[in-house]
């Protein structure tokens, strides 16, 4: 069974800075992509930022500069460093895992067959 657990939520003031991990068990963690993806009540769930089996990386607009994906074999641990926080950046963000498939980019196979975490909290305040 795959699981993903994520941590490192909480509340900071705007210009500050979190780090989101998410720990993932239950299959071969180098095998699939991976993600984090946001949602705020009332919207469609965000790719913020996607890291392929190879390694390479894709930001959302809004994050490039400020958020950095990374991740560890060794421990299957997917992070997300965050810094210079903003209110619109308030949302649950969320640690996905799947594998890729052909047609798709690898933020719409996540978002359509990943499997997701439970989610954790960030809230930036101005």
């Known amino acids: 069974e795959v699981k993903l657990v994520e941590s490192g939520g909480g509340s900071v003031q705007a210009g500050g800075s979190l780090r989101l991990s998410c720990v993932a068990s239950?299959?071969?963690?180098?095998?699939?992509?991976m993600g984090w993806f946001r949602q705020v009540p009332g919207k469609d769930r965000e790719g913020v930022a996607i890291?392929?089996?190879?390694?390479?990386?894709m930001y959302v607009d809004s994050a490039k500069g400020r958020f950095t994906i990374s991740k560890d074999n060794a421990k299957n641990t997917l992070y997300l460093q965050m810094n210079n926080l903003q209110p619109e950046d308030t949302a649950i963000y969320y640690c996905?895992?799947?594998?890729?498939?052909?047609?798709?980019?690898?933020?719409?196979?996540?978002?359509?067959?990943?499997?997701w975490g439970q989610g954790t909290q960030v809230t930036v305040s101005s």
């Open positions: 239950g299959y071969t963690f180098s095998m699939f992509a």
């Open positions: 996905v895992s799947g594998p890729t498939a052909e047609g798709l980019s690898v933020a719409a196979a996540l978002l359509v067959a990943g499997y």
């Open positions: 890291i392929d089996t190879d390694g390479s990386t």
